[in-house]
């Protein structure tokens, strides 16, 4: 296991506190003779603004921020926007949602990485006037074929190239003289080394495409490896923690440090990244999902994007729990997706109110109970939490019921309703016993027929009888609305659809969204929808969440739920399938 608990014990109860290797190497720096003593440990979450934040990103969300946070340090937010080909303000905007959906804050500390454009450039003649980069004007082609191999240097005709020339070239590439791919610029490091990202990396490349808030002042754009350290030392980071993808890239990030002027020396630090089953983490392919219509959008309910998972009900407090239980690992490792469900359910088990929904709705006839007469219960909010009150239910001769609830031929074991079965308790008001029911001309059974025991008011006989069925749920057919819900299921039936030799595309679950109409609900949802609808951001909060009994987790979808149409998404099942 990467994270340890440490027990500290004051003369207070004893509390454990989380520690992992990035902790450690902090407290290191930060000790006497260490490389930030005395210094404030600042960081940084960097994300591209070319999609929407996902639980991938979460995860190091909560290194970055919670590292800050751990050693009452800062966090800087900076948009990563040096490749303009697929970024948007739109992006930019809902990653800020996000973060503060979270419970995260950057303060007045937020960036672009195109802010630093200019020193970028400045910074690439510097190298250039050292000798240490160069233009080089080998094609896309040509610069892969001659990469070189394992104990075979990479070669490039054009790395003796004088500096004035160099110099001239790559003030005449930021002019606009050149089409894309016809020069870049790269540093002259190592072209036998054997990590390839040293042999001599192109830290520059022509790219005459509209950039989303520099317009078209650049057609010339710093590569990821090469504005990255100059952006963490610009900012004074003191530790920059990234995945462990970097973890080859850090001579590179480490040798720009050192041979650019600049102000500081962060020190990178690789983590491994999340991975959940059942599920893909790459952008493209998300991208790939929305564009080609699969989903809804970025925040389909079935999707990893933060925003789906708020939108399917996940809370923000579960996500963070999922986050920092995993742990902060050096290897990586795929989660079990029933993992995030079960800290999801942990946490409604403990804030959701309680109420009765029919999913597949049939009639259920109260025989000898009073035409016209009608009766309320007050049932528990949260039997978990007193505090949380309770509420109205009515109850009439005319109720509706779970299909599923009732069987005229039952099957071993069956305790629930059928002809002459057992009693069952309807949940908070009375017991009934099943006498028959009505078919309709094809022989489906359209009625439920019962009759209830007037001296068990709340779902207990007077005489101490012991009752043998089960305890349904149901709503007073005189006094419910109807809704639509939507059943959500693993957007991948292939547990690894990022797997080798697979085309993610083919490992769609066909399944994964199941709309049910007609379904059944308390009166009380309309004005409950009615006051969310009044939230000035529907789309960035969470909706109001409800325990179907027996049945789930469901919450109002933030975009199409009203109090004239009311839709449901089953955010988690009540059974924990997870083994802990």
Request: glycine share 8%.
């Amino acid at each position: 296991m990467s994270e340890e608990t440490k027990v500290i014990t004051s003369g207070e109860p004893e509390r454990a506190e989380s520690s992992n290797f990035i902790y450690n190497f902090i407290t290191e720096d930060l000790a006497p003779g260490g490389q930030y003593q005395g210094m404030t440990v600042h960081t940084r979450f960097p994300p591209e603004p070319n999609g929407y934040l996902h639980i991938g990103h979460c995860k190091a969300l909560c290194i970055d921020f919670g590292t800050a946070e751990k050693f009452g340090g800062l966090c800087n937010l900076r948009m990563d926007d040096t490749n303009p080909t697929k970024e948007d303000e739109e992006f930019v905007e809902a990653i800020k949602q996000d973060i503060h959906w979270l419970g995260f804050d950057w303060g007045d500390r937020f960036f672009y990485g195109s802010d630093y454009f200019e020193e970028d450039y400045r910074q690439a003649e510097l190298l250039i006037q050292k000798g240490l980069a160069y233009v080089c004007q080998l094609t896309p082609e040509e610069f892969k074929a001659n990469r070189g191999d394992i104990g075979v240097p990479a070669v490039s005709p054009y790395r003796d190239r004088p500096m004035e020339e160099s110099l001239d070239l790559f003030r005449r590439m930021r002019a606009g003289e050149f089409p894309n791919g016809a020069m870049t610029l790269r540093a002259k490091i190592d072209l036998a080394s054997g990590n390839f990202n040293m042999r001599d990396p192109v830290i520059y490349r022509i790219n005459h495409m509209h950039h989303h808030r520099q317009g078209d002042k650049w057609c010339i754009y710093p590569m990821y490896d090469f504005a990255h350290p100059i952006q963490d030392a610009l900012e004074g980071i003191t530790h920059s923690l990234c995945s462990l993808e970097f973890e080859a890239h850090r001579p590179l990030y480490n040798w720009v440090i050192e041979h650019c002027e600049l102000p500081a020396h962060p020190r990178q630090i690789e983590f491994a990244r999340l991975g959940i089953d059942h599920t893909v983490m790459s952008k493209r392919k998300l991208r790939a999902l929305v564009e080609e219509g699969r989903v809804s959008g970025w925040d389909d309910p079935r999707m990893p994007t933060l925003g789906g998972l708020r939108r399917r009900g996940y809370t923000a407090a579960s996500i963070r729990n999922f986050c920092e239980r995993i742990g902060v690992a050096k290897s990586p490792n795929v989660v079990e997706y029933g993992f995030l469900e079960h800290c999801l359910r942990e946490d409604l088990n403990a804030t959701a109110e309680r109420t009765m929904a029919v999913l597949r709705p049939i009639k259920l006839t109260v025989t000898n109970y009073p035409e016209g007469r009608s009766e309320v219960f007050q049932v528990e909010n949260n039997p978990t939490d007193p505090t949380q009150g309770t509420h109205e239910i009515t109850f009439s001769r005319h109720l509706w019921m779970e299909a599923d609830d009732f069987m005229e031929q039952p099957i071993p074991k069956y305790k629930r309703l059928y002809p002459d079965g057992p009693e069952c308790r309807l949940k908070g008001a009375y017991l009934v016993k099943c006498t028959g029911c009505v078919k309709d001309e094809s022989g489906r059974v359209t009625e439920v027929l019962c009759e209830y025991d007037p001296d068990s008011r709340g779902g207990d006989p007077a005489d101490g009888r012991k009752v043998k069925g089960a305890t349904l749920h149901w709503v007073d057919a005189e006094n419910c609305l109807d809704a639509e819900v939507r059943l959500y299921d693993n957007l991948f039936s292939d547990a690894q659809p990022d797997g080798p030799d697979k085309n993610f595309l083919d490992c769609l679950n066909p399944d994964s969204l199941s709309i049910l109409t007609g379904c059944k609900v308390e009166k009380r949802m309309a004005a409950v929808a009615a006051e969310f609808d009044k939230r000035e951001n529907r789309t960035g909060t969470n909706a109001p969440t409800f325990q179907f009994m027996r049945t789930g987790y469901f919450c109002m979808d933030n975009r199409h739920c009203t109090a004239d149409h009311l839709v449901f998404n089953r955010s988690v099942s009540l059974k924990d399938s997870f083994k802990k």
